[in-house]
């Protein structure tokens, strides 16, 4: 049954009642737009297309099309019911409280695991430019600088990832302009390639798709965020409608299109495509003076932007599930219109992962990258189960919220469901990821076994 609570008042309406409301209009708007523009885009894309070659311009397609399903049907419930807990207090909603809780929790574990891994990252290009420094210390020092940012006010945040996403939106905006040129053989100094890269289309058949696919459905990781930062603009609703009816189209621009940029200027078995990455084996083909270094603040840029946004993310989650009575009440707490320690634990948790790919590298620490690799699936799979759930209830009880709409429901919504299970099967069929797929199965079904009996637990008090 779904939830329901002492006064009759749905859980989404309570929770988020006291939290801040300090973004603008223009914060969570180049949130949507930045929020695409991740750092699997610029740093995983390279395995991809190694993988597939210039079919991974299809792998990107189809992954894009999936997401934009996810996120319309995320956009009608959180326009409808704005929460803090995004698909988590609508899996609640539409479900159960076993549902919120898994589909939380489990991402609150990947989101506190991305901050120390994108912190890495972050520190690795950093010591590069610094020789000699300690990269922990890096971490450390960014873990500090966005755990503070966060602490502070909401609006911090906002402002952060304003300007972290207009630098990544003009940074590929740029690279998608002088390929284009270049492709198109008026940029100075470079010849048009025309489709002689794109002559082995298949190089590697449908198994070397099959894994750019799964590469590429992982990289649209983040997207989420929006609807998790919409519960503190000032109009959620308007905020939300806009990011997803935008999404579409800066899905197919700056994924869709950038890989095939990339494909067309640059031969796939380019050793630079892995090695350098996509963009800065396509720059320095076309003879741009310091692409490496270019795309390499590119890239931190890019890393830290995810970092913010995954502590801010982690602890609003966690914030929104305590107060629908599934965590520690400590990690409730407001000081100032922000979940404090929250933010706190959060960034505590994500710098243990940090400590421990140095101390534990090869079981524990990767162990916990098996367990959080098929998260972002079993979130969407709880996105589109409660979509098909709430859609009805709403349209029975309050037509008036469905600003935004599922397109072709409920056909769409099964189409989704039918990709998901098919990536999963992809998975299965996959050495590399077919652990993932387990480790991140026996997470799900034990957070659910938990939230289950916190459920019945509850019910009978």
């Known amino acids: 049954m779904p939830s329901s609570t002492k006064n009759g008042t749905p859980p989404q309406q309570r929770e988020g009642a006291s939290l801040s409301h300090g973004l603008k209009q223009r914060h969570l708007s180049m949130i949507a737009l930045g929020g695409v523009i991740g750092a699997g885009l610029f740093v995983g894309s390279g395995a991809g297309i190694a993988a597939a070659g210039p079919s991974i311009v299809i792998a990107y397609t189809v992954s894009g099309l999936l997401v934009m399903l996810v996120m319309r049907m995320l956009g009608e419930m959180s326009a409808a019911y704005p929460s803090s807990g ?91 302009v002088l390929g284009v040129l270049a492709i198109a053989g008026v940029l100075p100094g470079t010849d048009a390639p025309g489709a002689s890269n794109l002559t082995d289309f298949l190089p590697h058949g449908s198994n070397g798709l099959i894994i750019g696919l799964l590469a590429s459905v992982f990289a649209y990781g983040g997207l ?31 994924y869709i299109g950038s890989m095939a940029v990339v494909v067309t200027l640059v031969p796939w078995d380019s050793e630079e495509v892995v090695a350098k990455g996509p963009y800065d084996a396509a720059l320095d083909h076309l003879g741009i003076p310091g692409a490496g270094q270019l795309m390499n603040v590119v890239v931190l840029v890019a890393l830290l932007s995810a970092m913010n946004a995954n502590i801010y993310g982690s602890s609003r989650i966690a914030y929104s599930l305590v107060q629908r009575g599934q965590g520690p009440r400590a990690l409730g707490r407001l000081s100032g219109g922000v979940p404090r320690i929250a933010v ?14 140095y101390w534990r590298p090869d079981d524990v620490f990767k162990w916990l990258l098996n367990m959080i690799g098929a998260v972002i699936l079993v979130v969407w799979i709880f996105i589109a189960v409660s979509q098909l759930l709430l859609r009805r209830r709403i349209e029975r009880e309050a037509p008036e919220r469905l600003v935004v709409r599922m397109w072709a429901f409920p056909y769409l919504t099964w189409v989704a469901l039918a990709g998901m299970v098919a990536i999963f099967v992809l998975m299965a069929r996959q050495p590399d990821t077919r652990v993932q797929l387990y480790s991140t199965g026996a997470m799900t079904l034990a957070l659910a076994a938990a939230g289950y009996g916190w459920q019945r637990a509850r019910a009978v008090r």
Do not use: Q
């Open 344 to 357: 706190l634990v959060s960034c505590v948790l994500g710098f243990v992962c940090v400590l421990l790919s």
């Open 86 to 176: 995004s698909f988590s207090a609508h899996a609640e909603r539409a479900i159960g409280p076993w549902a919120g809780f898994a589909a939380g929790w489990s991402f609150w574990i990947l989101l506190c695991t991305a901050v120390g891994l994108e912190g890495i990252g972050a520190a690795h290009i950093v010591s590069g430019w610094l020789p000699g420094t300690p990269e922990w210390l890096w971490v450390a020092l960014f873990m500090v600088v966005f755990c503070g940012t966060n602490l502070a006010a909401v609006k911090n945040f906002g402002e952060f990832e304003f300007w972290f996403a207009a630098l990544k939106v003009g940074a590929i905006s740029l690279f998608l």
């Open 224 to 254: 989420e965020t929006v609807t998790i930062a919409a519960a503190e603009s000032e109009d959620p609703v308007k905020g939300v409608a806009s990011a997803v009816r935008t999404a579409m189209w800066r899905i197919a621009l700056f």
